[in-house]
């Protein structure tokens, strides 16, 4: 939500900037330590009046151990990727650090898992995504000033592993915090009438989605190419994981070989999962269909409940004639509705391609809120540049439209209801008031388990950053 000048001052500050600090831990790459021992501070003194630092221990917390180098690691980072750290301090960028070890330590404490098959596929991910953006490893070994991929790599996995175990204590701590509704309304009434938040305008969107039919003669071309890939593989002359890069058409596995871990609950689709767990391990599947076009599977492990496989997608060709009847059908739609045949909502029930929406009348979902309101200062902005323009239930005209996998479909859109900036109200806005309580809620069980478990490990803290003023009770004063 939008909040504009009027601040929500009874929000704990210790809190606030928790999670100020808490924005950039994504993407910080840390370097980490396990302490074998005592280790030893390196912080030399020359003269009375004068210190020399070295790269050593500047905290511990735990088994954890920071250098003072990670300080400048951490502020590299953030720039790297459009951050502003004018107004981070040392001190502050510490004591991020040593939360970020205090939630891992206690994780482990805790016997939370995290096994390397989960890291290895999230650095595979990471990776990927480093790689199409500097250019090649190469590149990024030198970046990180690393002597070759190996190193770099098992430094990464460390990083990786730290920020995997920080976030499962993170959700550990909140996941049990609840709200009632009493808790919402007495949240709401504590705040003062002059420091109400502003909700920033917002739009309420729906749509109706055509698919081009694909010709079976299309469809067997790709069937027919799924098989020859098959039959190449299990010949011996390529890799599932090689025809994957060089062919999927996912674009959200296609870097890393269509690898994928996933277990009954995970969210795949239906016949994506019976088809994964029909098979036994080292198993290609036979061509099969999704929305999604067509894939082969190929089983790499089982381990207990969790599958890791490889699949390789291919979607159909669109051929220009298919395009030009899914257009015709949507013009047709989009006529009815402007002849008031049928409204907007019944249309997308009974005509949209669209299995997620259609059921709601065509009404869009936000991935952020999960309710159906969409701020314009936080809208995608394909879709607002979509919506900006059309009046309150006026029709777009068709709309072609391209995924990232290159399927191409054509939409209607249209604005059921339009909010504009307002101050928050209990009744219109009880959804976002609830999520501003929940989140005061689950602050407070942060700053109390930090509090709790600050007293019950080991940390020290050295040399000059003695003299820093955290948000939390490193020192124990």
Same mark, same amino acid.
């Given at each position: 939500?939008?909040?504009?000048s009027?601040r929500?001052?009874f929000?704990n500050?210790? $809190?606030?900037?928790?999670?100020?600090?808490?924005?950039?831990?994504s993407?910080?790459?840390? *370097?980490q330590? $396990?302490?074998?021992?005592d280790a030893?501070?390196?912080?030399?003194?020359?003269?009375?009046?004068?210190?020399?630092?070295?790269?050593?221990v $500047?905290a511990k917390v735990?088994?954890?151990?920071?250098?003072?180098?990670?300080?400048?690691?951490?502020?590299?980072?953030?720039?790297?990727?459009?951050?502003?750290?004018k107004d981070?301090?040392?001190?502050?960028?510490?004591?991020?650090?040593?939360e970020?070890?205090?939630y891992?330590?206690?994780?482990?404490?805790?016997?939370?898992? !995290?096994?390397?098959s989960?890291?290895?596929?999230?650095?595979?991910?990471?990776?990927?995504?480093?790689?199409?953006?500097?250019?090649?490893?190469?590149?990024v !070994?030198?970046?990180?000033?690393?002597?070759?991929?190996?190193?770099? +790599?098992?430094?990464?996995?460390?990083?990786? &592993?730290?920020?995997?175990?920080?976030?499962?204590?993170? &959700?550990?701590?909140?996941d049990g915090v609840?709200?009632?509704?009493e808790e919402?309304r007495?949240?709401?009434?504590?705040?003062?009438a002059?420091?109400?938040?502003?909700?920033?305008?917002?739009?309420? !969107?729906? =749509?109706?989605?055509?698919?081009?039919? !694909?010709?079976?003669?299309e469809?067997?071309?790709?069937?027919?190419?799924?098989?020859e890939f098959?039959?190449?593989?299990?010949?011996?002359g390529?890799?599932?994981? #090689?025809?994957?890069?060089?062919?999927? =058409?996912?674009?959200?596995?296609?870097?890393?070989?269509?690898?994928y871990k996933m277990?009954?609950?995970?969210q795949?689709?239906? %016949?994506?999962?019976?088809?994964?767990?029909?098979?036994a391990?080292?198993? $290609?599947?036979e061509p099969f269909?999704?929305?999604?076009?067509?894939?082969?599977?190929?089983?790499?492990?089982?381990?207990?409940?969790?599958? %890791?496989?490889?699949?390789?997608?291919?979607?159909?060709?669109?051929?220009?004639?298919?395009?030009?009847?899914?257009?015709?059908?949507?013009?047709?739609i989009?006529? +009815?509705?402007?002849?008031k045949?049928?409204?907007?909502?019944?249309?997308a029930?009974?005509?949209?391609?669209?299995?997620?929406? +259609?059921?709601?009348g065509g *009404?869009?979902?936000n991935p +952020?809120t =999960?309710d159906t309101?969409f701020e314009?200062?936080?809208?995608?902005?394909?879709?607002?540049?979509?919506?900006?323009?059309l009046?309150?239930?006026?029709?777009?005209l068709?709309i072609?439209?391209?995924?990232?996998s290159?399927?191409k479909?054509y939409k209607?859109?249209?604005?059921?209801?339009r909010?504009?900036?307002?101050t928050?109200?209990?009744?219109k806005?009880?959804t976002?008031?609830?999520?501003?309580?929940?989140?005061? &809620? =689950?602050?407070k069980?942060?700053?109390?388990?930090?509090?709790?478990?600050i007293?019950?490990?080991?940390?020290k803290?050295?040399?000059?950053?003695?003299?820093?003023?955290? #948000?939390?009770?490193?020192l124990?004063?």
């Amino acid at each position: 939500m939008l909040l504009k000048s009027r601040r929500m001052k009874f929000i704990n500050n210790k $809190i606030a900037l928790t999670f100020f600090l808490l924005l950039f831990s994504s993407g910080i790459a840390i *370097a980490q330590e $396990i302490i074998k021992g005592d280790a030893v501070d390196t912080i030399a003194k020359t003269k009375p009046s004068q210190k020399q630092k070295i790269d050593g221990v $500047i905290a511990k917390v735990g088994d954890y151990i920071i250098l003072d180098s990670d300080i400048d690691k951490s502020y590299l980072e953030i720039s790297s990727q459009g951050g502003s750290i004018k107004d981070i301090t040392r001190c502050q960028m510490l004591g991020k650090l040593m939360e970020d070890k205090l939630y891992a330590h206690q994780a482990v404490q805790d016997s939370l898992k !995290v096994t390397d098959s989960e890291v290895k596929s999230l650095m595979e991910e990471r990776l990927s995504y480093m790689v199409e953006q500097i250019g090649s490893m190469e590149k990024v !070994v030198k970046y990180y000033k690393k002597s070759s991929e190996e190193e770099f +790599r098992t430094y990464f996995f460390d990083i990786l &592993k730290e920020q995997k175990l920080t976030s499962e204590m993170q &959700k550990k701590i909140i996941d049990g915090v609840e709200i009632t509704p009493e808790e919402v309304r007495n949240f709401f009434k504590k705040i003062p009438a002059a420091e109400l938040p502003v909700f920033g305008a917002e739009m309420e !969107v729906a =749509q109706i989605i055509v698919t081009p039919k !694909v010709s079976d003669a299309e469809k067997q071309k790709v069937i027919n190419k799924l098989k020859e890939f098959k039959k190449e593989i299990q010949e011996g002359g390529s890799s599932f994981a #090689t025809k994957a890069v060089l062919y999927s =058409q996912d674009p959200g596995s296609r870097a890393t070989g269509g690898f994928y871990k996933m277990n009954r609950k995970t969210q795949f689709v239906k %016949e994506f999962k019976e088809v994964a767990f029909s098979l036994a391990e080292g198993e $290609i599947s036979e061509p099969f269909e999704t929305d999604f076009g067509f894939h082969i599977i190929y089983v790499e492990k089982i381990k207990g409940q969790d599958v %890791e496989l490889r699949h390789i997608l291919l979607i159909p060709a669109v051929t220009p004639d298919d395009l030009k009847a899914a257009k015709e059908k949507i013009t047709l739609i989009r006529k +009815r509705i402007e002849d008031k045949e049928i409204t907007f909502a019944e249309a997308a029930k009974t005509m949209s391609d669209e299995k997620e929406t +259609r059921a709601n009348g065509g *009404a869009l979902i936000n991935p +952020r809120t =999960q309710d159906t309101r969409f701020e314009l200062t936080k809208m995608e902005p394909t879709l607002y540049g979509q919506i900006s323009n059309l009046k309150e239930n006026e029709v777009s005209l068709p709309i072609l439209d391209e995924d990232q996998s290159g399927k191409k479909k054509y939409k209607l859109i249209t604005v059921t209801n339009r909010i504009e900036d307002h101050t928050a109200d209990y009744a219109k806005d009880y959804t976002k008031i609830k999520d501003l309580a929940l989140k005061e &809620k =689950q602050f407070k069980a942060i700053g109390k388990w930090f509090d709790d478990k600050i007293k019950d490990t080991y940390i020290k803290v050295n040399g000059e950053y003695r003299d820093c003023t955290f #948000t939390n009770n490193w020192l124990k004063k």
